[in-house]
């Protein structure tokens, strides 16, 4: 407590959260206490303690922040506020992602709508700067949102995805996958999105679920094989029909080739057999469009196929009579199925439901279309990493507990993943992003981190995935490619922690950089949440109006009362449901806090602190009963149970101390001897005291603010009783165990 003292002015009002969190958060941010250098420099943490690192999982520069990011932040807030408390060099780096083609579609529709003008009108250069002012403005944005979440980040240490530090990365990055062979170009199918103009990768496919035709047909009358397909205006494209190997209704027609001209285009059919056709699924024989399909792309380099592309880059058809020629894809196959009907091939159509590959950023559907592009191989054995590849390379530290993922059963669906992985596309032809670091001049080709200085070459147009910068970012936040001491003393971090549902965006491809480019790990560990829904456990979004701003809920009951909300109930891997009865619930908790300190600090003004009481036995029992609760729950902490800690403090602090102890402690006070006095004033500070220590990371402003009032004083003090300190609580220590 502090000495000569009545109870403090604004104790004597409700809590305030609005006069409290930013006053709060700027003495923090002042005081340097994000920086493990600052912390390190001013005593608060030893030189030589153990390293606690973690990246933010930077977010999009498209706009706000939604519930989502507020459980990262208040999960991730929890991590490294409970490190900093065990007096370990704690570092939470910030930072932000491009998020190329999500930010350039934002702008696009921004131009399209308030001056009705495409990028093109503009140019490269001039659209450039229109993206970059929305990506600052969000930015911006983004960053107010964090810090009203008591997001105690080093600032000082900020990214972002596309700035001067991470282009030298990527660069870097590049050349050394082109040199040793796994960057290439080369011509292969590729998920095109017509509206977008550019490609995607695998997983950023968004499947719905529609209503589709099956037809059942022969190519000509001639032709001894029918077949079944949802999209008929592809087989102008096929060259071959496959079957299984061991289906007796077609092993005579294994080998044979036959030409029909179909819809107008001539072809010509090959009959081969492969493993992978389903005997069960239609007629059981496949038609092979190796241009058209990823699946039969890979069965054409198989079987030696040719290509034959049928679309192009506007799904508009390129080959065929004059009904499908020039015509959309959706428009063509009304007019294929009408030929097949005109010419008697038609020989049965029925109606099925069939996954749809859509564009998560424009909602067109994909064609796979083959283009020349850029590609990691991930099958390539690589010299310098033992002859690995890069999927065993991403498989080896999740498969030897090197890398420990919560909840474990992720790491199956994981494996499963790496194990199907293609070769990645990383190229996209649009403007915004890190632009694909390779010169051209005539017939030569220059890789390099830096361009070519003789007149005529031209850089590539193309720029890279965003998950190829972010996929650096554990260790280009740390000053990769150059050996800086943040390097060094931070990595590998010791968590990642994130959503489940880009565990394969994001989570491999951090692993596959780290250990190509490191050969080492990127995190010890990773901790993936789930999907924050509404109380009826529903997706949230702004379409069925059931979206909830962060920052409104804060303003209505504070930050405490939101991270709360947020934790409770939330275990790992697990979806959640975000209801405001429940956050008004803990705002409640924060005001039940700040009475409970306005009760302390009221009956023990007059504490003498310097020793400890005899105590009788129901005290003694409240000491070992707290002492149990804390060895229990720095227990759980470590096991990232933060769910369960919460939980346990709020029902302890309400019931147990505020119930129970301090209604028997009025009693003593009132009744009791000068010794049972001492004793019930001691208890009520050292549990108050102890309670603020451990709720510190779950509610930190309502901790701090109370604990500025009654427990800091301008000397230093043993700490762990109830005892004065001169520090803030943020770089307090945790609790001490029994």
């Not at 806090?593 to 003498?608: I, K, Q």
């Not at 933060?642 to 006070?669: G, M, P, Q």
Request: net charge negative; proline share 5%; charged share 30%.
């Amino acid at each position: 407590m502090k000495e000569n003292e009545t109870t403090p002015e604004k104790l004597l009002k409700p809590y305030n959260p609005a006069e409290t969190e930013d006053k709060i958060y700027k003495l923090w941010e002042e005081g340097g206490f994000f920086n493990p250098d600052v912390c390190i420099e001013k005593g608060f943490t030893q030189a030589e303690a153990e390293a606690f690192s973690m990246v933010l999982p930077p977010p999009n520069v498209t706009g706000t922040l939604h519930t989502g990011h507020a459980l990262t932040l208040a999960i991730e807030d929890i991590m490294v506020r409970y490190a900093r408390m065990q007096g370990k060099k704690t570092l939470w780096v910030p930072g932000t992602d491009h998020a190329a083609i999500a930010t350039q579609s934002k702008v696009e529709k921004i131009l399209e709508k308030e001056e009705s003008k495409r990028k093109g009108d503009l140019g490269r250069e001039e659209f450039l700067k229109r993206v970059e002012k929305f990506a600052q403005e969000s930015h911006d944005t983004i960053i107010n949102q964090a810090k009203k979440m008591g997001a105690s980040l080093d600032w000082s240490r900020e990214a972002f995805t596309l700035d001067k530090k991470r282009e030298k990365a990527v660069y870097t990055a590049f050349k050394r996958m082109y040199d040793d062979g796994l960057i290439y170009r080369g011509y292969r199918v590729v998920n095109w999105d017509p509206k977008g103009q550019t490609t995607i990768s695998d997983d950023e496919l968004v499947y719905e679920e529609r209503k589709a035709k099956l037809y059942t047909f022969k190519y000509s009358k001639d032709f001894p094989i029918s077949i079944s397909t949802t999209r008929p205006e592809t087989k102008l494209g096929d060259t071959a029909v496959a079957v299984h190997p061991d289906d007796p209704r077609y092993k005579e027609f294994v080998g044979k080739e036959y030409d029909a001209v179909f819809c107008g285009a001539p072809i010509h059919i090959k009959i081969i057999a492969d493993d992978s056709v389903e005997m069960e699924f239609g007629t059981g024989a496949l038609g092979v469009t190796p241009a058209h399909s990823m699946a039969d792309w890979e069965m054409g380099q198989k079987h030696n196929l040719p290509l034959v592309p049928v679309i192009n880059e506007f799904a508009k058809m390129i080959l065929g009579n004059e009904s499908v020629l020039g015509k959309k894809t959706t428009e063509a196959r009304e007019a294929v199925v009408e030929w097949l009907r005109t010419e008697g091939l038609l020989e049965k159509e029925e109606e099925i439901s069939q996954n749809v590959s859509t564009a998560e950023r424009t909602g067109a559907i994909i064609e796979p279309l083959p283009k020349l592009q850029w590609f990691i191989n991930v099958n390539k054995p690589i010299a310098s990493r033992g002859n690995k590849t890069l999927k065993e390379l991403m498989l080896e530290p999740v498969r030897d507990g090197k890398i420990k993922v919560l909840p474990d059963r992720f790491e199956r669906v994981y494996y499963n993943w790496i194990e199907n992985l293609r070769d990645w596309c990383i190229s996209r032809q649009i403007w915004y992003g890190h632009q694909v670091p390779v010169w051209y001049k005539n017939e030569a080709l220059y890789c390099g981190t830096e361009a070519p200085q003789e007149e005529g070459w031209i850089q590539d147009p193309d720029t890279l995935d965003t998950w190829f910068s972010s996929g650096l970012w554990t260790f280009s936040t740390l000053g990769w490619p150059d050996e800086t001491p943040d390097l060094k003393t931070y990595h590998p971090t010791t968590v990642l922690e994130t959503g489940y549902d880009i565990l394969f965006f994001w989570i491999a491809r951090m692993i596959l950089m780290s250990q190509y480019l490191l050969g080492d790990i990127p995190f010890k560990n990773v901790y993936l949440h789930g999907l924050v829904r509404d109380k009826d456990g529903k997706k949230m979004s702004k379409s069925l109006g059931n979206a909830m701003d962060p920052l409104e809920l804060i303003k209505k009951y504070g930050t405490d009362a939101v991270r709360m909300a947020l934790i409770i109930g939330t275990a790992p891997g697990n979806d959640s449901k975000l209801a405001e009865e429940n956050i008004r619930g803990y705002g409640r908790f924060a005001n039940k806090m700040w009475n409970v300190a306005r009760f302390v600090v009221e009956n023990t003004t007059d504490l003498d602190t310097s020793g400890t009481p005899a105590f009788d036995e129901e005290d003694e029992a409240s000491l070992k009963e707290l002492s149990s609760l804390i060895d229990e729950i720095t227990k759980e902490m470590d096991e990232y149970k933060f769910y369960l800690v919460a939980e346990k403090l709020y029902h302890y602090f309400w019931h147990t101390f505020a119930d129970i102890i301090i209604e028997r402690s009025k009693k003593k006070i009132a009744e009791g001897d000068a010794q049972a006095i001492l004793s019930a004033k001691w208890i009520l500070v050292s549990h108050l005291n102890t309670l603020l220590r451990a709720l510190h990371p779950f509610m930190p402003f309502v901790t701090e603010e109370i604990w500025g009032l009654l427990f800091t004083r301008n000397v230093s003090t043993e700490t762990g009783g109830p005892s004065t300190s001169s520090k803030m609580l943020i770089v307090e220590s945790w609790p001490s165990q029994s």
